[in-house]
């Protein structure tokens, strides 16, 4: 083993050639410092990567969702199948059209949906229904809502517990989610549009206006004054930034518009989304991980989905697929309706109008 000779190449800072009675000192010294700063960073990194687990599996665990296919099996409409071609099959992100039904659900269980709901406290029913079409090549997408007052006819759907709902005809749409929950309102759908629903995705009063909040708010134009005293909404004509309540009470409104129908507060809540796309697109989340952590802790604990979203990476892979979509190409309708013939205040799909637009989609 070398050992350091004094005077034989061992220089002081000041060139005398002595360096004292430490020259073995401190190389030792410096490698003791080194090896604790690479422990503690060794640590640190441990730390982090333990805190990034812990907020995956977090993230991961708020996620409600509902096995829909294996409930509703091969009785259903086919599934669109797009030709493929060399730039779609290379993509790592979906490119296939899609068709999600995205429903707001009025439950008013827990004190905070309550609070925001107000009312009776008993059962859930889809407060707004939207089947949400994405076109190949996420090049456009297509909002349609289907409003809660049209009488449809409801399939026999299955249940949890083995047995099966009656089917019923000449109800109110929003009746298939009371009865028989996520599987009912997307088997009712595919009934009523014979379009297959790819996905599923659910959002209660809370969820929704956290999701505001989380995102800023959002800005929004209306037309006409809006008094509701149901809503408790009072808006003066103009543009506002509302915060999650009021946006909450926005999307509710119904008295406080229009005829005080359900088709009155349609565009109020296709207004809603684009204003959410828009308020998405100006925020880099990806610059501030604790704004982003939020913003992802919201959705995924606001949310039911079926079982192809109930993950993460299937969420986040989907939405990067949708980043480059801008609010302009989305169109928002409204299924074409009339007066039912034997209740003025109920509505009916108008033929074949609305048989074609659902045909587009398919």
Request: glycine share 10%; charged share 25%; with cysteine.
């Amino acid at each position: 083993m070398f050992l350091p000779v004094r005077g034989q190449g061992h220089e002081k800072s000041d060139g005398t050639g002595d360096d004292g009675d430490d020259g073995g000192i401190r190389p030792r010294r410096r490698a003791r410092v080194l090896k604790i700063t690479g422990l503690a960073l060794a640590g640190l990194l441990v730390l982090g990567a333990g805190a990034a687990a812990w907020a995956y599996w977090q993230l991961n665990d708020n996620i409600k969702s509902v096995d829909i296919n294996s409930a509703l099996g091969d009785d259903r409409p086919a599934k669109a199948v797009p030709t493929p071609s060399p730039s779609a099959t290379a993509a790592p992100l979906p490119t296939e059209p899609l068709n999600i039904l995205v429903l707001g659900s009025d439950s008013r269980s827990g004190e905070e949906n309550q609070a925001l709901g107000g009312g009776d406290s008993g059962g859930a029913r889809s407060d707004t229904a939207m089947v949400v079409h994405l076109d190949a090549g996420r090049t456009g997408a297509t909002v349609v809502s289907i409003p809660r007052d049209t009488l449809v006819d409801r399939p026999s759907c299955p249940l949890e517990d083995g047995e099966s709902t009656r089917a019923a005809s000449g109800v109110m749409f929003n009746t298939a989610y009371e009865v028989g929950g996520p599987v009912c309102a997307v088997k009712t759908v595919e009934t009523l549009t014979d379009v297959r629903m790819d996905h599923y995705i659910e959002i209660d009063f809370s969820g929704f206006a956290r999701l505001v909040d989380a995102l800023g708010g959002v800005t929004v134009t209306t037309e006409e004054d809006i008094d509701d005293d149901r809503s408790h909404l009072t808006l003066d004509a103009g543009t506002h930034h509302l915060d999650g309540k009021d946006a909450l009470a926005l999307a509710r409104t119904r008295y406080g518009v229009g005829d005080g129908s359900d088709l009155g507060r349609i565009p109020l809540q296709h207004q809603l989304v684009k204003a959410l796309l828009e308020q998405v697109a100006r925020q880099n989340l990806l610059t501030s991980p604790t704004r982003l952590y939020d913003v992802a802790d919201t959705v995924t604990g606001s949310l039911t989905t079926d079982t192809g979203l109930d993950s993460l990476p299937e969420l986040t892979r989907l939405a990067q697929s949708l980043r480059d979509l801008p609010s302009d190409e989305v169109t928002t309708l409204t299924m074409p309706v009339v007066p039912s013939t034997w209740d003025p205040n109920r509505v009916v799909p108008d033929e074949p109008e609305a048989g074609e637009l659902w045909a587009s989609l398919r």
